[in-house]
């Protein structure tokens, strides 16, 4: 192989590894605005609370007795 198809060859890599780079870096921006954009729902409600009595204490408060 001669020098100058050693340098063409080196330089189509180099350029190769920038254009993946650059694709890479754009699809990251476009999915990082995309994420940006989307809004999640607000969270579920708590369920109501039970009365003290029916609670894991108050049973286990009446099994000691």
Known sequence: MS??????LIAALILATGIGM???????AQHEARITA????????????QSD?????????HADR
């Open 22 to 28: 650059l694709l890479i870096h754009l699809l990251n």
């Open 38 to 49: 989307h809004h999640y729902s607000d969270p579920l409600p708590r369920p109501p609370r």
């Open 3 to 8: 020098s100058m198809e050693t340098l063409v």
């Open 53 to 61: 009595d029916t609670s894991r204490r108050a049973h286990r408060a």
